[in-house]
Nanobody
């Protein structure tokens, strides 16, 4: 079955870095665009970054541009999110998402999330 497993979250001080990983299985990874979303307590889930199926295109939320970098390794069925210069407002649960268009709709899958806490 489709499975997305995030890892790499944790507690980090402001200005620090973390690298999140999302290991995928159960589907053709290279056929899907991959994204990272986050959800802070009391807030809506928001899109952080997206990478196209073969990694030729990336997009970022304005709040993370220049600090975060999304990448993927299709040979390892894994997508990454390198997070630098972390701020307290980056604190959230980070979710991995796989998506592709299928006819008139979209196929989508989510991971269980990994907690990132930025605090001194």
């Amino acid at each position: 079955q489709v499975q997305l497993v995030e890892s790499g979250g944790g507690l980090v001080q402001p200005g620090g870095s973390l690298r999140l990983s999302c290991a995928a299985s159960g589907f053709t990874f290279s056929s899907y665009a991959m994204s990272w979303y986050r959800q802070a307590p009391g807030k809506e889930r928001e899109l952080v970054a997206t990478i196209s199926s073969f990694g030729s295109s990336t997009n970022y939320a304005d709040s993370v541009k220049g600090r975060f970098a999304i990448s993927r390794d299709n040979a390892k069925n894994t997508v990454y999110l390198q997070m630098n210069s972390l701020k307290p407002e980056d604190t959230a649960v980070y979710y991995c998402n796989a998506a592709r268009k299928a006819g008139p709709g979209t196929l989508s899958a989510w991971g269980q999330g990994t907690q990132v806490t930025v605090s001194s």
